[in-house]
T-cell receptor, first 115, second 111 residues
Framework: EAQVTQNPRYLITVTGKKLTVTCSQN?????MSWYRQDPGLGLRQIYY???????DKGDVPEGYKVSRKEKRNFPLILESPSPNQTSLYFC??????????????FGQGTRLTVV | KNQVEQSPQSLIILEGKNCTLQ??????????LRWYKQDTGRGPVSLTI?????NTKSNGRYTATLDADTKQSSLHITASQLSDSASYIC??????????FGTGTRLQVFP
């Protein structure tokens, strides 16, 4: 089954404790991205990757890091989480970039709480 | 500034009724427009994708229209069901590598 898998689904952590949210897709997609969703706001892009070893900042990259060492995986790293990073996070993948009109598939989401 | 605005913010209808959701965008240049359905706490799921040359596209009971001249789109839901209760998000892409999301319309369908 074609899917984007995020782990964990739920995470509560303390300020400053490094964490990684994993994202894996089994569709051989080139384009992957991370979004955060907050109440009253649309999804906002954190980082995206056009292919292996190619990453770029989205609209809200501060406080986050990513890597793309393999095509299928695109982990999101919070080196020193802060309470304002409490949010619902989504990973997405597509065969090509959004401008190409290819369908984007989203993961189930990771609800992160930083206390 | 590239923006996507949706209306209404929320909508309540009775099961079996039809409804129409609106999307206005200022993204330029324009590449494609998508409608997604998002159940509470879940990831968005694609309903339709339209390029500037398409003015209507259907997916079952969902029909999306696009007017690229006025930069407006609508999503029409026919014979609503309880399972249609969700947020519906309009998403536009220009010539960049990004998707621009609206804030969504929250639809509640009651029996």
């Amino acid at each position: 089954e074609a899917q984007v898998t995020q782990n964990p689904r739920y995470l509560i952590t303390v300020t400053g404790k490094k964490l990684t949210v994993t994202c894996s897709q089994n569709m051989n997609h080139e384009y992957m991205s991370w979004y955060r969703q907050d109440p009253g706001l649309g999804l906002r892009q954190i980082y995206y990757s056009m292919n292996v070893e190619v990453t770029d900042k989205g609209d809200v990259p501060e406080g986050y890091k990513v890597s793309r060492k393999e095509k299928r995986n695109f982990p999101l790293i919070l080196e020193s989480p802060s309470p304002n990073q409490t949010s619902l996070y989504f990973c997405a993948s597509s065969l090509g970039s959004p401008g190409m009109g290819t369908e984007a598939f989203f993961g189930q989401g990771t609800r992160l709480t930083v206390v | 500034k590239n923006q996507v605005e949706q209306s209404p913010q929320s909508l309540i209808i009775l099961e079996g009724k039809n409804c129409t959701l609106q999307c206005n965008y200022t993204v330029s240049p324009f590449s494609n427009l998508r409608w997604y359905k998002q159940d509470t706490g879940r990831g968005p799921v694609s309903l339709t994708i339209m390029t500037f040359s398409e003015n209507t596209k259907s997916n079952g009971r969902y029909t999306a229209t696009l007017d690229a001249d006025t930069k407006q789109s609508s999503l029409h839901i026919t014979a609503s069901q309880l399972s249609d209760s969700a947020s519906y998000i309009c998403v536009v892409s220009g010539d960049t590598d990004k998707l621009i999301f609206g804030t969504g319309t929250r639809l509640q369908v009651f029996p």
